[in-house]
């Protein structure tokens, strides 16, 4: 018996650990933000995050300029913390409704974050989206080669399950 829980103490310590990552959005007037966070205790190696808008119900839709799908307030998209964590600046374009985002590494206790405006193309108020319009929208988290994904709730957050953390 004693093996036994021996054995199964060192098949515990020994297994990876596992890791979410959340993307949070918060509508804000005139910015609209998303943050990227390691949760669950442990650093996330190099990976690619795409935040996809499509599945909402909502034809939610990045608003960057003035002219073209968005309405009245727009505004691009901007880094404004983390930005040491990407290795490059994404290009996002007025009516995408996409970003992808190449990760370098994320610590347990950083966080990428980023303005832009959000828009529906389905309701009547266009320039604000709520929580509950965001819920069906997706994360894709793609690491080492495996796919991860999860889609927005009603408290307007994405957790993905990732793979193990780095060492």
């Known amino acids: 018996m004693r093996m036994f829980t021996i054995c199964g103490m060192a098949l515990a310590l020994s297994s990876p650990a596992l ?8 509508e804000g007037a005139p910015k609209d933000r998303f943050t990227i ?21 909502f034809g939610l839709i ?10 009245q307030v727009f505004q691009p998209f901007e880094i404004t913390d983390g930005r040491e964590h990407l290795t490059a600046i994404p290009s996002v374009k007025d009516g995408d409704n ?22 529906d193309t389905v309701q009547n108020r266009e320039i604000t989206v ?4 965001i819920t ?24 993905v399950k990732m793979n193990a953390c780095v060492s």
Do not use: Y
């Open 62 to 71: 990045f608003d960057t300029t003035s002219s073209g799908a968005g309405v």
């Open 37 to 57: 966070s390691a949760a669950g205790g442990c650093d996330l190696g190099p990976m690619t995050v795409t935040i996809d808008l499509q599945p909402s119900p």
């Open 130 to 133: 709520s929580d509950a319009e």
């Open 98 to 119: 996409s970003i992808q985002l190449t990760v370098a590494s994320l610590g347990k206790s950083q966080r990428i974050s980023f303005t832009i405006d959000v828009d």
């Open 19 to 26: 890791a979410d990552l959340d993307v949070r959005f918060d």
């Open 136 to 159: 069906g929208a997706k994360v894709v988290a793609l690491q080492d080669g495996q796919r991860s994904e999860a889609v927005f709730g009603p408290n307007a957050v994405a957790s």
